[in-house]
């Protein structure tokens, strides 16, 4: 996707050769707009799949959830990363390690608003070690539901989530794939380059 | 605003005389059409405040803010509850207790984000005990930026966070006011009632 391309090279932060930075419009800034040019993508991504919900996890997947949500017509739940008191009954659970935040997280969404009628789309902001990504497709197997896919703002694919998600099975969409992020460049796949991995 | 009282009082669970679970439409499970309702809703009401940003407190308070930066056209940047690895220069905090969560969170925004030429709008899904707006506002208080208005989805007006906002000078602009939650029964305030609070 090339405005989101556009973004990244243009606003990213590139702190390390595995930290790239985009709190100015999807982290911790949201760029509205931007969000919505991105559930654009995802919903005609994803638009024969028969998709009946969006799942994602809190907070960054949100808004790219919520916008994808106006455009398939279905309804958005986003995992937990830890309980709270008014979130109880019929919890669905998974256990995701955090390299970020070097912390391991409970994830959990209320087995109410996810069933084994739904088809599900999982979206997340970022993919780099698949945790988040194993974390909300274990929540949607235990729903009994089915997965349609995984949508992915940022793949950062020099990293081993995508692989371990592809090898699973799971079909997997990332609107921009980084290669690289070497000397403080971020480089992205290019599209022939895309179909070989 | 019509929509929202229906939708609460079709589908909100009363859990007690004090809470109100909307985890159907809001808190969990997000639906985005009444979202983007929501959002005009708000920019409706403050659309000639000058507003360059919004500033809401992760993770429910950001659908309800996105849907209101697209039609404001200005960019959303939510409060983090604590500090990430990646948000580390210039941190405006401030310290909210949950009385839900009974517990004590820091709250935070980067300073590269909130500067002292914005005019703020605070959104947040709920106000009950008023910790969470009053935060957001001590936080555009310390980037020097001013605060328009506080947006607030459902407030329980038997809740004293209302009163004080407002008795703090603070504009404050609710979209459901809730009188009572007594024998299990949404009862909201009418508008004559809610000019005279």
């Known amino acids: 996707?090339?405005?989101?391309?556009?973004?990244?090279?243009?606003?990213?932060k590139v702190l390390s050769n595995q930290v790239l930075k985009v709190d100015s419009f999807l982290n911790h800034q949201i760029d509205a707009f931007l969000m919505r040019e991105v559930g654009k993508e995802f919903a005609d991504r994803f638009k024969n799949d028969g998709i009946t919900k969006i799942v994602t996890l809190e907070s960054s997947g949100i808004a790219p959830s919520v916008m994808t949500a106006l455009e398939l017509n279905v309804p958005v739940v986003f995992a937990r990363k830890r309980k709270s008191l008014t979130l109880t009954d019929q919890l669905l659970t998974a256990s995701v390690y955090s390299f970020t935040k070097q912390e391991e997280n409970t994830i959990a969404v209320s087995g109410e608003h996810l069933s084994s009628e739904d088809r599900v789309l999982v979206i997340d902001d970022f993919l780099a070690n698949g945790q988040a990504a194993l974390g909300l497709?274990?929540?949607v197997e235990q729903a009994g539901a089915s997965l349609a896919g995984i949508g992915i703002v940022i793949e950062?694919?020099?990293?081993?989530?995508?692989?371990?998600?592809?090898?699973?099975?799971?079909?997997?969409?990332s609107l921009a794939r980084i290669k690289s992020l070497e000397k403080h460049v971020v480089q992205f796949l290019e599209e022939t380059e895309e179909a070989a991995v």
């Open 1 to 12: 996707m090339k405005q989101l391309q556009e973004k990244i090279k243009n606003e990213g």
């Open 156 to 173: 950062k694919s020099f990293q081993e989530g995508g692989k371990i998600l592809r090898e699973k099975g799971f079909r997997v969409e």
């Open 137 to 139: 497709a274990e929540i």
